[in-house]
């Protein structure tokens, strides 16, 4: 019996939530017969459930991944480095000459254009290659069983039994992170269940191996986070030299008229496209780096991994699948902020009376706003950057 989504996820999360703070009262072997126990009560069958007995006591190495707090702040320069280069570029580019066909059925369907869809593929698995070596079962029952996240992740370990359950995927064939993002998409198991789609109709939806499956899923989940075929991302722009810099950021929206109203330009200096769509500048580098108008596209790139840098990055890789240039005004020698040097500037910005909150070597919301006031009283671009030039003023 297939149970119906919202079935599963109200009942599952409330279960999860009950369950959750007894957890580690329980040993492992306890803990997971109640896990089976409310399987069996969603309707999830006996034999697929054989799969919870092959189940070790938590991997270590998934909380370690878990509880890493990287040693330094990865910089915008390095994050993009990694992840587009030339042969990374003319990989994607003969892919979406070879798979045109089935490219351009996705974007008749769905409206997601096929050079950002190979963009995502890109970024989310390296065109398919690098997936995630554990098994979802066990990443996911480690996760569910520490006491931290354990609702969340219970939730989705019950969703992936009833993916396997559904006969998409073998249990033993589940592979995916540490944190249980699955197949060459990296997808969730409650996004899978919500936006898999079976493109090539037979009868599962494979995310590890299917291109159609792939393709039709990711598309069909971008769809579902607001993309608009008809536009682009964004772009690369110049900021005047008088740009108010509260003004950057995704809270901030203005129509593209307004953004040129202004003195927002191309980076060639010539005036930027006017059309009826609002936009955000994002500055990844601070007021050294450059600046970016971003669209809808942008926010729903947003949607599928919250992160900034990510989302330019898929951004940009796909303008150079179209024989865009590099981003002209990169910065040179950015230097990485480690965790110390955060927690230091933290320190020093609370001693100089400008309130950053308990140093935690993060740059919060309470951060960035003492930072824009410190930068603002020695008249600085006030961009709310945490960068080793700000650290050094503050040292003097």
């Excluded at 459930?49 to 330094?72: C, G, K, M, T």
């Excluded at 772009?235 to 109203?261: C, H, I, M, N």
Aim: glycine share 8%.
């Amino acid at each position: 019996m297939r149970i119906p989504r919202t079935l599963l996820v109200s009942f599952g999360l409330f279960l999860a939530l009950s369950c959750s703070s007894n957890a580690q009262d329980q040993s492992f072997d306890e803990w997971l017969a109640d896990l089976r126990a409310e399987a069996l009560s969603l309707g999830i069958s006996e034999s697929t459930l054989i799969a919870l007995n092959d189940l070790e006591a938590p991997l270590e190495r998934v909380l370690e991944l878990d509880n890493s707090q990287p040693e330094f702040v990865q910089t915008f320069t390095r994050y993009l480095s990694l992840r587009i280069t030339a042969s990374q570029v003319s990989r994607g580019q003969s892919l979406l000459q070879q798979h045109e066909t089935l490219l351009q059925e996705v974007r008749q369907r769905y409206g997601v254009q096929p050079h950002y869809l190979v963009a995502f593929w890109a970024v989310e698995s390296n065109y398919g290659r690098a997936t995630g070596g554990f098994s979802v079962l066990q990443a996911l029952a480690t996760l569910a069983y520490d006491p931290r996240r354990s609702a969340f992740f219970r939730r989705e370990l019950l969703t992936a039994l009833q993916i396997i359950d559904d006969g998409h995927i073998a249990a033993e064939n589940m592979s995916g992170s540490w944190a249980g993002a699955m197949g060459q998409l990296q997808f969730l198991p409650s996004v899978f269940y919500e936006y898999g789609i079976d493109g090539d109709n037979d009868g599962r939806v494979d995310i590890w191996n299917s291109l159609p499956d792939i393709f039709h899923s990711a598309a069909n989940f971008l769809n579902s986070l607001g993309w608009r075929g008809d536009e682009r991302w964004g772009r690369e722009v110049l900021l005047p030299d008088d740009f108010d810099y509260s003004l950057a950021g995704t809270r901030t929206r203005k129509s593209l008229q307004e953004w040129q109203d202004l003195g927002i330009t191309r980076v060639d200096g010539s005036p930027i496209p006017v059309a009826t769509m609002n936009a955000s500048v994002v500055i990844p580098a601070g007021a050294a780096g450059p600046a970016f108008l971003a669209y809808q596209n942008f926010r729903a790139t947003m949607g599928y991994n919250p992160s900034t840098f990510y989302a330019l990055t898929v951004g940009h890789l796909a303008d150079r699948y179209t024989g865009a240039g590099p981003i002209q005004r990169m910065p040179v020698n950015e230097t990485a902020m480690s965790v110390a040097d955060v927690r230091e500037l933290q320190e020093l910005l609370n001693a100089s009376g400008f309130d950053s909150g308990e140093p935690d070597g993060r740059v919060g919301r309470q951060t960035r706003a003492a930072i824009l006031a410190y930068q603002e009283s020695i008249d600085v671009p006030m961009d709310g950057y945490a960068s080793a030039q700000l650290l050094e003023s503050l040292r003097d």
